[in-house]
């Protein structure tokens, strides 16, 4: 184990078997071979290449004809994987006929494989994110028409502030994921095309001139372009405007895409573990028997989901910087920064989706504590709804007024131990304002200041 997401231990906490698939080293030397075999159905039909070649390049381009411990052996030696594979491949197809397999891998260069295999890792990446974040939008939907009238106090600088409804604090979290939904319909058409530029980029390999039987132009398109284009609708990707060997933009904002949404997956597992506090007790993980228990203290009951939530989280976000460092390529390849990506990528995939699993599983199965909420709005001896008072009798005797007989006797009701709303009845100034004790009583109920919220968890709902 040289990472958290390769122990056998903690392996499927910090990572999920799905991603690790998608990141190992088999996948990748899969995906290096789809690329091949695209490459070669695509030349073909162009006439770069010989049929016969392309079918047999195709034909051998089977993970399982792959030998890994040679494959390790040789990219220990040269430092990239893709040409000892492209070797085993060539040897494969020219045992079926000799300088068959000399077509595979033409006019196309390492950094091409290994770009477009890592775009079609975080595309299916990005898939298991999706399914995720359904997941995640079904769970909140349901909290927020649960608890859409649900009182419970805002905080604000961790002290209470003013009621809310539990809907709509659900509602805000929902509609942070949708926008994060939209965020990732926009990146992923900039970020899923292909790369297939050749050593510079210009695409010089692919012409007339070296090709098997093919012409300058193909339909009113250059050949290199037309075979771009070929390749890319073969792996079912887009087509960038120009090469983008070192202009990493797309790759260091998908990783700042998931920085930001599993920051939005900590902002809720942190509110959760404050309010799983005993002194708080307001909302809880789901119970499963002895998850989260101490070794020595057996009425603990640790938020151990939020607390994996939020280390993944934070750990995301600072790979995410290095991702931005990859981005300060020199020229038009570079000494170390390409690694970069390497490194920070795979764990980035693996976290992310780990924490969006750990995130819906919580919201899916969260303990709901409606009484504790109602507790915690008591505690105050109806100071939470000053707001509401002052506003009420501002209208009569002046906002500032008003405000300061309120402090003023917020302040009264905890040294004394005694109600808001007793206090109010009493006073002489409020008794003038022509308040009633009913409609006092009536400021005074947490459930009468929820403001908007259930319209705004509606106007949520509807999004």
């Known amino acids: 184990m040289t990472t958290i997401i390769d122990s056998a231990i903690f392996g499927n906490v910090f990572s999920t078997p799905e991603v690790a698939s998608i990141w190992s080293d088999r996948q990748r030397t899969a995906y ?4 091949e075999a695209a490459l070669a159905v695509a030349q073909a039909r162009l006439g770069i290449i010989p049929q016969k070649a392309a079918d047999k390049i195709v034909e051998h381009c089977n993970v399982e004809e792959i030998d890994f411990h040679e494959l390790r052996k040789q990219t ?3 430092g990239y994987p893709v040409l000892p594979m492209v070797q085993q491949l060539v040897k494969k197809v020219n045992a079926v006929e000799d300088r068959l397999g000399e077509w595979a891998h033409w006019g196309t260069t390492t950094q091409d494989l290994t770009d477009t295999a890592v775009v079609l890792q975080l595309r299916d990446t990005l898939q298991l994110v999706e399914q995720s974040l359904e997941g995640i939008d079904v769970a909140l939907r349901k909290l927020c028409e649960q608890y859409k009238a649900t009182p419970m106090a805002a905080r604000s600088n961790l002290q209470q502030a003013v009621p809310i409804s539990f809907g709509f604090k659900m509602a805000r979290l929902l509609a942070s994921f949708q926008r994060h939904k939209a965020r990732l319909a926009e990146l992923k058409p900039r970020l899923l095309v292909v790369q297939f530029s050749g050593a510079a980029g210009t695409l010089a390999t692919i012409a007339s001139a070296s090709s098997y039987d093919a012409p300058d132009t193909v339909d009113g398109m250059p050949l290199g372009l037309r075979c771009q284009e070929l390749l890319a609708k073969e792996l079912g990707l887009g087509v960038p405007e120009i090469a983008w060997h070192t202009e990493r933009d797309n790759l260091a904002e998908v990783a700042n ?19 799983m506090q005993l002194e708080v007790g307001e909302a809880r993980e789901p119970y ?20 994996y939530i939020c280390a993944m989280a934070s750990s995301v976000r600072t790979m995410a910087s290095g991702m931005v460092e990859a981005v300060v390529a020199d020229f038009e390849r570079s000494t170390g920064p390409w690694e970069i990506e390497w490194i920070m990528l795979p764990q980035i995939c693996a976290l992310s989706h780990a924490c969006l699993k750990q995130t819906h599983y919580l919201l899916d199965g969260l303990e709901v504590d409606a009484e504790g909420m109602m507790r915690n709005l008591a505690l105050s001896k109806g100071a939470v709804v000053s707001e509401a008072v002052m506003m009420g ?5 002046g906002r500032q007024f008003a405000h300061d007989i309120v402090y003023d006797l917020c302040r009264k009701a905890q040294l004394e131990d005694r109600s808001l709303l007793e206090l109010l009845c009493e006073n002489v100034d409020i008794k003038e304002a022509g308040l009633s004790n009913a409609e006092l ?3 005074c109920d947490p459930a009468n200041y929820l403001g908007l919220s259930e319209i705004m968890v509606d106007k949520v709902l509807k999004a």
Do not use: W, Y
């Open 32 to 35: 290096f071979l789809q690329f």
């Open 76 to 78: 220990e030696l040269i």
């Open 257 to 275: 895409f998931l920085a930001v949404l599993t920051a939005t997956c900590a902002k809720f597992a942190t509110d959760l573990k404050l309010m």
């Open 288 to 307: 499963v028997a002895h998850r989260g228990s101490s070794s020595t203290m057996p009425q603990k009951r640790n938020p151990i989901g939020s607390a």
């Open 393 to 397: 009798l501002g209208k009569t005797i």
């Open 441 to 443: 009583e009536k400021l």
